[in-house]
């Protein structure tokens, strides 16, 4: 019934829309705080485009906690769940990109660069869309040498969640939980050479695991 359902066009936008509005709603009911707020406005709007990264865990508060004064696109397939997301995360005014990180995946990263030359900003989960969790492509750094735009490690941490079972074991923020956003340091990658991708992957899993970790902390941890 779904299944046929989402391959409409209809049935597919409306099941898109649905989602997103449930998110919204619980999202709105989370007691959200950005670290290190001003720092993170200033660096915002001094930026022309960045490449936005998270793990695929933390994907559902993302659209919701991105600064809605900066465009931001996400590349999603053409297939019925990629076009049912499209209309989910257009809830929160995410634009798409077309293109397929399995199928064609230099099509999809000349779609994002495209996006990144007009200054805007592009979403990616480095580890989506299949996982494994928490290991990172080579797809944001080939991106980010070939545009010459900074990746910027994001996360986001709530004091009580629920996990899926999915490979990614997503994030599900409780209602009325605290949470906190964190606008991490820029990477800029356009100076190095093929050579160096596979050490400037592994830096930023180890970036992207090293900011999870302490954002899940503030909630682990008495206070000082």
Same mark, same amino acid.
């Not at 490449?51 to 004064?69: N, Q, T």
């Not at 820029?186 to 991708?197: A, F, T, V």
């Not at 992207?208 to 302490?214: F, G, V």
């Given at each position: 019934?779904?299944?046929?359902?989402?391959?409409?066009?209809? /049935?597919?936008?409306?099941? /898109?829309?649905?989602? /997103?509005?449930?998110?919204?709603?619980?999202?709105?009911?989370?007691?959200?705080?950005?670290? $290190?707020?001003?720092?993170? $406005?200033?660096?915002?709007?001094?930026? *022309?485009?960045?490449?936005?990264?998270?793990?695929?865990?933390?994907?559902?508060?993302?659209?919701? =906690?991105?600064?809605?004064? @900066?465009?931001?696109?996400? &590349?999603?397939?053409?297939? #019925?769940?990629?076009?049912?997301?499209?209309?989910?995360?257009?809830?929160?005014?995410?634009?798409?990109?077309?293109?397929?990180? *399995? !199928?064609?995946?230099?099509? /999809? =990263?000349?779609?994002?660069? !495209?996006? &990144?030359? &007009?200054?805007?900003?592009?979403?990616?989960?480095?580890?989506?869309?299949?996982?494994?969790?928490?290991?990172?492509?080579?797809?944001?750094?080939?991106?980010?040498?070939?545009?010459?735009?900074?990746?910027? #490690?994001?996360?986001?941490?709530?004091?009580? @969640?629920? !996990?899926?079972?999915?490979?990614? !074991?997503?994030?599900? #923020?409780?209602?009325?939980?605290?949470?906190?956003?964190?606008?991490?340091? #820029?990477? @800029?990658?356009? *100076?190095?050479?093929?050579?160096?991708?596979?050490? +400037?992957? %592994?830096? =930023?899993?180890?970036?992207? *695991? +090293? %900011? +999870?970790?302490?954002?899940?902390?503030?909630?682990?941890?008495?206070?000082?």
């Amino acid at each position: 019934m779904i299944k046929k359902l989402i391959r409409s066009p209809f /049935g597919n936008a409306l099941v /898109g829309w649905t989602i /997103g509005s449930i998110i919204a709603l619980l999202m709105v009911t989370v007691r959200w705080r950005t670290v $290190d707020q001003e720092k993170s $406005d200033q660096f915002m709007a001094s930026q *022309n485009g960045i490449i936005m990264v998270f793990w695929h865990e933390r994907v559902m508060a993302m659209p919701w =906690l991105w600064p809605s004064a @900066y465009a931001l696109h996400a &590349l999603q397939s053409p297939h #019925p769940d990629g076009r049912m997301m499209s209309h989910a995360i257009g809830c929160f005014g995410v634009k798409t990109v077309w293109g397929s990180s *399995n !199928r064609n995946p230099l099509s /999809g =990263l000349r779609g994002l660069k !495209r996006v &990144l030359d &007009l200054g805007e900003s592009v979403a990616i989960t480095p580890d989506g869309p299949r996982g494994p969790a928490r290991k990172s492509a080579l797809g944001p750094v080939a991106i980010a040498q070939m545009a010459g735009k900074p990746i910027v #490690p994001m996360c986001w941490s709530v004091d009580r @969640y629920w !996990r899926a079972t999915g490979w990614d !074991r997503l994030i599900i #923020p409780k209602p009325f939980a605290r949470g906190r956003f964190i606008i991490g340091d #820029p990477i @800029y990658l356009d *100076n190095i050479s093929k050579d160096q991708l596979e050490t +400037a992957r %592994q830096q =930023l899993e180890d970036a992207l *695991n +090293a %900011q +999870a970790d302490a954002i899940d902390r503030l909630f682990t941890e008495p206070p000082q």
